[in-house]
């Protein structure tokens, strides 16, 4: 039996990267999943799942707009009867525009997808939750919400806001049996991070990828899923409130090219 056996799950940013990632693992343990994109890619993670054996069904979707975070929550609700898994993971990096180039409708349109889309998604799936007395929400962060240094500052700002609202939401979740929490990936090879890749392969610099953490190479989109299928399911059933980062290490310890042991 899956992880995921019979669960309701949604799953945004579902068309590339670590949300087809997770659309296929999550559907591999059992999942009956809505996936959601902005994208065409959306279609091909449905084709992928399907080709694999899985239930799901594609919705092209802007996960920061409320009409249609509520319309996408419903469908999984009147097509599986029930919500148990959301994961808001879709997000935009906005580039590393300096901060004094910086304008007002670049913050806006970076908050509203990283932040107040995992907001949309908190409010829109709560009651469904809180109704059946169970269900576990996962948010995308980054260590860009940790520390400063792996973004520009709307992103990072975003990525704070996204673990305070996990934390605030958690709080406000008390005694419903509803869980949220947030994982923070370090450097992972997908759609978001595809011009660094590129970049470095073209100077002949890819092998210096990832050299800052203690695994010394960058993350894959199927080891953030990893992470996410287990706080989705009921293994994490006492864990809640929390940020995790996934980085092969790099937001414990020093940038600094000491000897290793
Ligand atoms: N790749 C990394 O190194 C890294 C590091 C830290 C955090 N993250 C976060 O991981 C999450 C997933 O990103 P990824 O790395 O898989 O990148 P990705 O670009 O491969 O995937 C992100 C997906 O989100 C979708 N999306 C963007 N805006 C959307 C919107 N308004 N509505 C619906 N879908 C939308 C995109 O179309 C894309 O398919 C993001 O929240 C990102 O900020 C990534």
Not at 187 to 204: Q, V, W, Y
Request: charged share 20%; glycine share 12%; aromatic share 4%.
């Amino acid at each position: 039996m899956g992880r995921l056996e019979g669960k309701s799950v949604v799953i945004t940013g579902a068309g590339s990267g670590i949300g087809r990632a997770a659309s296929l693992l999550f559907t591999k343990e059992g999942a009956r999943l809505i996936a959601v994109d902005k994208t065409e890619g959306v279609k091909e993670t449905a084709r992928l799942v399907s080709e694999a054996g899985g239930t799901v069904e594609a919705v092209m979707a802007d996960a920061g707009n409320e009409a249609d975070v509520k319309a996408f929550i419903d469908k999984a609700v009147a097509k599986y009867g029930k919500l148990d898994v959301i994961w808001a993971n879709a997000g935009i990096s906005g580039g590393l525009v300096p901060l004094l180039e910086q304008t007002v409708e670049q913050w806006q349109e970076i908050l509203r997808v990283n932040l107040i889309g995992p907001f949309l998604a908190v409010k829109h799936a709560i009651p469904h939750m809180t109704r059946q007395g169970s269900g576990s929400i996962v948010c995308t962060a980054s260590v860009a919400g940790l520390k400063a240094g792996a973004s520009a500052h709307p992103y990072a700002a975003s990525k704070a806001g996204v673990i305070s609202l996990v934390q605030t939401t958690a709080y406000s979740l008390s005694g419903t049996g509803v869980r949220i929490n947030a994982v923070c990936p370090g450097l992972i090879e997908t759609g978001m991070t595809k011009p660094i890749f590129d970049n470095a392969k073209s100077r002949g610099t890819d092998h210096k990828i990832g050299q800052l953490n203690p695994l010394k190479r960058a993350g894959q989109p199927h080891e953030l899923a990893a992470m996410g299928l287990f706080l989705a399911s009921d293994e994490a059933s006492y864990v809640n409130g929390q940020a995790f980062p996934v980085d092969g290490g790099l937001t414990a310890s020093m940038p600094y090219a000491g000897k290793p042991a």
